[in-house]
């Protein structure tokens, strides 16, 4: 894969059960998950996050951003445009977690998948459940990404959570569902086989 962009899916979210769960569905789909892109907030910063994504022996690589509740652009953030930005990184889609509700922070997304893993137009809250807005998600990590470039923004509730609809021991469906979503509007087709070891 030299020379070639490295393509990734970045998720607002970096708590241990979002990495864990991650770190699954990166297993189940041929990709690897960037575990050391984990932290509540982000620790590192985009230069570092893109040399890592580089190492990574496998596409898509699953990276995580997490402001950990600051307002206004945050380290995670901040981390995020840079790589979503960078010549060598092809985002092929954001993972919107959403937050607590009525989080002063908002996107927009271009659809949600609820708790029970049904599509809808509709905000998700944190707990997988509809809201009534349309397109439109809050998260702590999502101020920026309006600005960003990509092809697709899926929003889902807390990651490895939703009243444990979302928990790893079960595949942590929803994250899957929402990974697979991107990757088949991408068009990405894989280029591993499934089920070998992911986590870095």
Known sequence: MDGAKRRVILITDGDKFARKS??????EIGGRCLSISNGNPTVLDGPVIVKQIKKAAYDPVLVMF??????????GE???????THKDIEVLGI??????PKHEEWTKVDLCIDR?????????DKYGIQELEVGK????????????????IVGIGDIGK???KDHFEKGSPITRKAV?????RSGFNGNRKKGEKTDS
Do not use: H, Q, R
């Not at 697979?180 to 088949?184: A, H, K, R």
């Open 22 to 27: 991650l770190e699954i569905v990166a297993k």
């Open 66 to 75: 997490d402001d950990s509740g600051f307002i206004g652009e945050g380290a």
């Open 78 to 84: 901040k981390a995020m445009k840079y790589v979503a």
């Open 95 to 100: 993972i919107a977690v959403a937050s607590n």
């Open 116 to 124: 029970e893993g049904e599509l809808t137009a509709n905000g998700i």
């Open 137 to 152: 998600l809050y998260g702590d990590t999502v101020y920026c990404l309006d600005e960003l470039n990509v092809p697709l």
């Open 162 to 164: 939703m009243a444990g």
């Open 180 to 184: 697979e979503l991107i990757l088949e």
